[in-house]
């Protein structure tokens, strides 16, 4: 019956948050419940008043219910065996009561953690009758397991009118209250509290380099972030190992450090599709899949020859010789009375005007012969004029191939994406649309190596993080050898940094990370890393070098015309062994008849 009225609450939206009150204190009357959270409220608004007891019933506590009931909150009655992840069904600000009668309660505080799972720095007003030294004491460790950080514990018997205000930071201790505010903002000033980090190997996100001095310095758009959280918030900022074990740790194995709590704040980036969002801070980047394609290069000297000689050429040539030998073999025929169809065939004079060569006409008193002729020297002039103007223009100035833009043309292309396995397998099926085109390599020097130096033999697959050094590099060249396109985008998915479970550096993080956004620290960051890569020679500037040298012509550059003498060979050859047949077969007949 209870559980179902939970689920009435939350169809009609009346109450939407936790409610367990019971208590059964003695004097309760001297406490002024109610003006105590008026002044709480003003000091920061609460939409939901959350009371946490060890008791299922609130039949014999009518007093602190008539205080609960006067407050216009929403509430919903939840015991031991009913509590649940307040913020995964909700986005509300509360605040949280526990009530003790007599000893602490392990049990309900764990309950009280379930319920503030992810939420355990909201604001909680913990309410026992005697308060004493070994409360307290049990109370501090309670909180510290369950890193609680905005505590007050109050007294509510006559004679206890003090109210003790949690400390936190540097570590856990209890403090008087001496005014307001009643909740500080301890996450302001860590009063140097010792934070534990750790970086990887991506030189964008942190980037180790020696100061000169023999030390050892970090830059990055990630680690100056980390280490600008230290100086803000006056933490200590204390490395998880050396940068030799850094230098062979991965980007997984940090973000698995912080979930194992062995550090505070990863120096690196995690990405929002793992379903561990809770687990992690604001979003301060966008990762991205890029394909990174070669820029069109120019036709090389084979390729020219093979656009000039293509199919619309010979059969320029072909259709041109046959209507030609067509129209000789109509004037013979016609006029002479003669005919040879082999001339309809293949007839060596208009196949050779044709091309624009010379050719010995036949011997002819008819004028239209002499006009025919005339026309076979203008269409071979024509066709070897064209042919050699386009050609000398092509070797000189060629033009570029096709340029890959977008997933369709690189199916439609013979160029390879060159990739390393692990991070295919890690991107599952957004590697799809590039699946059949891709080259692994489980190699990452190899991979490096080839995509460092701009092999443009074929195309990387990559992350934003890498394109952006790519990118600027290739600002210094005299053009791109290399380009993303947004048509060739695999995934595109927000980051964040990996955070402890219920981490209390959460509130701060997001603090600064919204506001290194608003002025723009990330874009300088990452310009100021870039200028420390160049003057520690972890990449150059230097632009690959071009050659545009002069060089005769080599056996390749003339494959096609290679092809053609190859297949003219083989063509006469066959016609030779043919009409040598033929003429065998002819002999042998005529000699039968004899």
């Given at each position: 019956m209870q559980q179902r009225q939970i689920e009435i609450s939350l169809l009609t939206v009346l109450f939407i948050h936790v409610l367990a009150v019971s208590l059964e204190v003695e004097n309760l009357e001297i406490f002024d419940l109610k003006t105590f959270l008026q002044q709480i409220y003003a000091e920061k608004e609460f939409e939901t008043l959350l009371v946490i007891s060890d008791r299922e019933s609130l039949k014999d506590n009518r007093v602190w219910w008539e205080v609960v009931q006067e407050i216009p909150l929403p509430k919903v009655l939840v015991t031991y065996g009913a509590a649940y992840e307040f913020v995964r069904s909700f986005n509300s600000e509360i605040f949280v009561i526990f009530v003790f009668h007599g000893e602490l309660k392990e049990q309900l505080m764990a309950t009280g953690a379930e319920v503030l799972n992810f939420m355990r720095q909201?604001?909680?007003?913990?309410?026992?009758?005697?308060?004493?030294?070994?409360?307290?004491?049990?109370?501090?460790?309670?909180?510290?397991?369950?890193?609680?950080?905005?505590?007050?514990?109050?007294?509510?018997?006559?004679?206890?009118?003090?109210?003790?205000?949690?400390?936190?930071?540097?570590?856990?201790?209890?403090?008087?209250?001496?005014?307001?505010?009643?909740?500080?903002?301890?996450?302001?000033?860590?009063?140097?509290?010792?934070?534990?980090?750790?970086?990887?190997?991506?030189?964008?996100?942190?980037?180790?380099?020696?100061?000169?001095?023999?030390?050892?310095?970090?830059?990055?758009?990630?680690?100056?972030?980390?280490l600008l959280f230290g100086e803000v918030f006056h933490g200590h900022m204390q490395m998880y190992a050396s940068h030799e074990v850094a230098a062979r740790t991965s980007l997984t194995q940090v973000n698995q450090m912080a979930e194992d709590n062995l550090i505070d704040i990863?120096?690196?980036?995690?990405?929002?599709?793992?379903?561990?969002?809770?687990?992690?801070?604001?979003?301060?980047?966008?990762?991205?899949?890029?394909?990174?394609?070669?820029?069109?290069?120019?036709?090389?000297?084979?390729?020219?020859?093979?656009?000039?000689?293509?199919?619309?050429?010979?059969?320029?040539?072909?259709?041109?010789?046959?209507?030609?030998?067509?129209?000789?073999?109509?004037?013979?025929?016609?006029?002479?009375?003669?005919?040879?169809?082999?001339?309809?065939?293949?007839?060596?004079?208009?196949?050779?005007?044709?091309?624009?060569?010379?050719?010995?006409?036949?011997?002819?008193?008819?004028?239209?012969?002499?006009?025919?002729?005339?026309?076979?020297?203008?269409?071979?002039?024509?066709?070897?004029?064209?042919?050699?103007?386009?050609?000398?223009?092509?070797?000189?100035?060629?033009?570029?191939?096709?340029?890959?833009?977008?997933?369709?043309?690189?199916?439609?292309?013979?160029?390879?994406?060159?990739?390393?396995?692990?991070?295919?397998?890690?991107?599952?099926?957004?590697?799809?649309?590039?699946?059949?085109s891709l080259l692994l390599t489980d190699s990452i020097a190899f991979y490096e190596e080839n995509r460092n130096n701009f092999n443009t033999s074929m195309g990387y697959f990559l992350v934003s993080l890498s394109w952006k050094v790519l990118r600027r590099k290739q600002q210094y060249f005299s053009h791109n050898i290399f380009n993303v396109y947004p048509k060739m985008t695999l995934f595109r998915m927000p980051c964040a940094l990996q955070l402890q479970k219920h981490s209390q550096y959460k509130e701060p993080l997001d603090h600064l990370i919204n506001r290194v956004h608003e002025v723009g620290l990330p874009a300088y960051w990452y310009a100021n890393t870039f200028g420390d890569m160049l003057r520690t020679k972890r990449v150059t500037i230097s632009s690959p070098p071009v050659s545009a040298e002069a060089r005769a012509f080599e056996v390749k550059d003339l494959f096609w015309a290679w092809i053609i003498v190859v297949g003219g060979e083989v063509l006469g050859s066959v016609v030779f062994f043919a009409e040598l047949l033929f003429y065998r077969l002819h002999k042998k007949t005529s000699i039968d008849l004899k």
């Open positions: 909201t604001r909680i007003l913990v309410l026992v009758e005697e308060g004493d030294r070994g409360f307290q004491l049990e109370l501090l460790k309670l909180c510290e397991l369950y890193k609680m950080t905005n505590v007050l514990l109050k007294g509510v018997a006559a004679k206890n009118e003090t109210i003790q205000q949690l400390k936190p930071y540097p570590r856990y201790q209890w403090s008087q209250w001496r005014g307001p505010p009643y909740y500080p903002q301890h996450w302001r000033n860590l009063e140097n509290k010792t934070v534990i980090y750790f970086t990887d190997t991506t030189m964008t996100l942190s980037f180790p380099y020696e100061d000169g001095q023999g030390g050892v310095r970090l830059n990055g758009y990630i680690a100056r972030l980390v990863p120096m690196t980036l995690s990405h929002y599709n793992d379903g561990k969002w809770l687990y992690k801070s604001a979003v301060y980047d966008f990762l991205e899949g890029l394909v990174m394609i070669p820029t069109a290069q120019a036709l090389s000297t084979t390729e020219v020859y093979g656009v000039l000689l293509n199919r619309y050429f010979f059969g320029c040539v072909l259709i041109c010789t046959l209507l030609f030998a067509l129209f000789q073999s109509l004037v013979d025929y016609c006029l002479d009375h003669s005919f040879q169809a082999v001339d309809l065939v293949l007839n060596y004079r208009f196949f050779s005007g044709i091309l624009g060569q010379s050719f010995t006409p036949k011997e002819s008193p008819w004028r239209s012969l002499k006009l025919l002729y005339f026309l076979v020297f203008v269409a071979g002039l024509n066709i070897s004029t064209q042919f050699s103007a386009t050609m000398n223009t092509l070797i000189t100035s060629p033009p570029n191939h096709a340029q890959i833009q977008s997933f369709e043309d690189l199916k439609h292309s013979s160029l390879k994406i060159l990739a390393i396995t692990s991070d295919i397998e890690a991107i599952e099926d957004a590697a799809d649309a590039i699946r059949d």
